[in-house]
């Protein structure tokens, strides 16, 4: 029989960006020394249904198989969560992001790593596509690329849906996956994957399995620099307090985010004496990662996401995520299985 694997996208009004993506995940080709069945899974997060014009252009003709719902609760955490109800029968779904191109070979690349290597997870790089004008820091800096440098067949202890193949056993035992908690955040896949790597599971990193992103230009500005790393760091602590709440797990946190804040000193300093302007971008995302996994320990974060924007990054949508916030939980993959995961939010609210 034929591996199944479904590539899992979320979306709300990019029309443009969602046609140039799947556009090139249209465009893929499968290992040649591999039997493979692949559809994608579209879900519109808008409940007016907005993605619905441009799937229409990818209907009967088109190499893979394109199923689309709407998710009418706002919120990732929503929508990722239906998404893996939809795959729920599939052997494998890939998440990718509405904002991303796939290049050739990437899809050959991702199945052949899972393949070889045996892995549970399989998780590539992002290369971020900077607009016409961005600062120059932006040119010399990482910040719109993968977090951190690795090499094909390192095992990781986290992972985001960038970019990333996740094996069915995964997401039948650790469910459900995105906590609401994360609505308007962002750190709901690193919630997921930090609980993915405590139950076991192996997550390996493919260097080769590239993907593009369109870096927008309200993601150029230190401003936004600043807010994400603050983000980052909180909704890193939330969520390992989720995962492990305790003294203990608040004695590492606490220790963590004072050495993120301690090497932003020296990235500083260092950055100053030498004269580089990388250690000195690197200085103050540390210290706001930093300040953020502190505020994090009190619950505060950055509610990035809480106010949406229109058509592909546009004007932000009047009413916001706000307007559609309700006390409802997020749908449940499958909730009568039990989980292995042995944290308490394993079958959360």
Known sequence: M???????VITFRRPALLHALLTSLQAQELPEDGDYAIRIVVVDNDAEGSAKRVLEE???????????????????PFARERSVELCWNDDALVFVDDDEVAPPGWLTTLLTAWESTGADVVTGPVKGHLPPGAPPWNHYSDVHDSTGKHITGEELRKAYTNNTLVSRRVYHAVTPGFHPAFRYTGSSDLHFFLRVHRAGFRIVWCEEACIAEEVPVGRTT????VRRAFRSGSGDTISRLLIRPGAISYVLVLAYASARVVSAIGFALAGLLLGRKTH???????????????AGIVGINHDEYRERHGADGGEPVPGDLAGGAGPESARLADPGRASVADHPDARLP
């Open 2 to 8: 034929s591996t199944s694997v479904a590539i899992a």
């Open 58 to 76: 990818f209907g009967a003709g088109t190499p893979y198989a394109i199923e689309s719902v709407v998710e009418p609760e706002p919120g990732i």
């Open 222 to 225: 230190l401003r936004w620099l």
């Open 280 to 294: 000195l971008l690197k200085a103050v995302r540390r210290f706001f990662s930093g300040v953020g996994s502190l």
